[in-house]
């Protein structure tokens, strides 16, 4: 396998930053968010968390489908299985739960990120912004709670209990994603 998803992996957020900003904001603003909104839009936004961790998501899928045995593969094509049906069949049901709980703690990750976000235009602090429909919504400005988190912890003291509280919002998200993750790993793992 090529190296380039692990190389890509150990990338900086701060990188996928601002290949978001250049790719997402400028040379796409029209088309993910005209107007007012100048490209920096949740759409921006939620494309350059999708390349963060798209190469997680490979390298999961990857060594999940590795892992598979060649026994099984070779026992489907030993009956008349065509590849597809042995992908179809075999591969992908024994390789389900390792790609599932890769893509749900990748996502995990996205959670807790902040710059990338910050660079291809979250607002900082609160906004109250009223849109006509999902489509002006999705191209219009956003905000993030990790955005949200910097922004009262920049603030005066009175805003600490603020900020704890915020704090605890992601942990117990990212507490229930690894417990559901974990569940669906035994839920869907076979034993062959």
């Not at 009956?79 to 995990?108: C, D, F, K, N, Q």
């Not at 609160?126 to 489509?135: K, T």
């Not at 191209?139 to 910097?150: E, H, I, S």
């Not at 912890?153 to 509280?165: I, L, M, S, W």
Request: net charge positive; no cysteine.
């Amino acid at each position: 396998m090529s190296s380039t998803p692990q190389s890509l992996a150990g990338v900086p957020s701060i990188v996928y930053g601002l290949l978001g900003l250049a790719v997402f904001v400028v040379a796409l603003g029209e088309i993910v968010g005209p107007g007012a909104a100048s490209g920096r839009s949740l759409i921006a936004g939620g494309l350059t968390m999708a390349i963060l961790v798209l190469p997680l998501v490979i390298i999961t899928s990857a060594e999940a489908l590795r892992a598979v045995p060649a026994a099984i593969r070779e026992a489907a094509f030993g009956v008349g299985a065509t590849r597809w049906e042995v992908v179809r069949s075999h591969v992908l049901p024994y390789a389900a739960p390792g790609i599932l709980t890769g893509t749900i703690l990748s996502m995990a990750r996205a959670f807790g990120e902040t710059a990338p976000l910050i660079l291809v235009g979250a607002v900082i602090g609160g906004f109250n912004v009223r849109y006509d429909n999902v489509i002006e919504q999705l191209q219009g400005r956003y905000t993030a709670l990790p955005t949200t988190v910097y922004d009262w912890a920049r603030k005066p003291p009175t805003f600490e209990g603020n900020v704890y509280a915020a704090i605890v919002v992601p942990i117990v998200v990212l507490l229930l994603v690894n417990a559901l993750a974990i569940y669906l790993r035994n839920r869907f793992e076979r034993r062959w």
